[in-house]
């Protein structure tokens, strides 16, 4: 059980990593634990422009966690730590406006985005929202050490998310350029060829996102005990 000296010690702390920038807070629990949580958060946008088509990324990472450190030696900064994630914000986000003229090819097929009613296409990745993680680190932030307040924690490991869901859509006009327009272009929406070709591009992509099942965990700060 806790003494009552162990609970007058929290700790607080700001991270820095892959997963972005976050705060945590550390409360001894016993001689060789602490139970430790926080929050973290990262957001990219770019705009790009990639074989004439305009595109447009965005990424998040982030999302809350706690967890329990386990301290094998008091007085050592080594811990191991199994933990839970929850409302994680890892996603990704891409918009493109294929040019008129420019082809697009989905599984074997090739379609030439509409003069008149050009391509837009749009892809998102989404994981679930809650996580179990595990890590191991050196530092804690509610030393158990007299006198020591400051410490430099470093933290690796991973949390697991799943198998990312890609979701792709695509409005506008394709036109197969063997044709003449007025009877080779058609909406993507009525277009079945179009849409057996987008559906096996993307249960394929959706093959290939399985590696991604484990999201890696980096991190480092400064954390001060009270």
Known sequence: MPTSELWKHPGLGLTVGINGIGLE??????????IRGGGGYFRFNDTFTSDGAQVNAGMKLGGGHIGLDYFPWSHHGFHIS????????TS??????VPSGQTISLSGGDYAS?????????AAVRVRNVAPGFTIGYGNLASRRLGSHWSFPVELGFYYIGQPDLV????????????????GCQKVDQDIDFQKDLKR???????????????????FGVGYRF
Do not use: K
Not at 82 to 89: A, D, T, W
Not at 168 to 183: E, K, M, Y
Not at 201 to 219: D, E, K, V
């Open 201 to 219: 591009f993307t249960a394929r992509q959706n093959n290939n996102l399985s590696y991604a099942s484990f999201f890696p965990i980096f991190s």
């Open 168 to 183: 792709i859509n695509f409005s506008g006009t394709a036109c197969d350029t063997s044709q003449p327009p007025a009877i």
């Open 82 to 89: 199994p933990q839970m994630y929850f409302g994680v914000q």
């Open 25 to 34: 807070l550390a409360e001894p629990v016993a001689q060789h634990f602490n």
């Open 114 to 122: 509409s003069a008149t009613d050009p391509l837009h296409g749009s």
């Open 92 to 97: 990704a986000d891409v918009t493109v406006i």
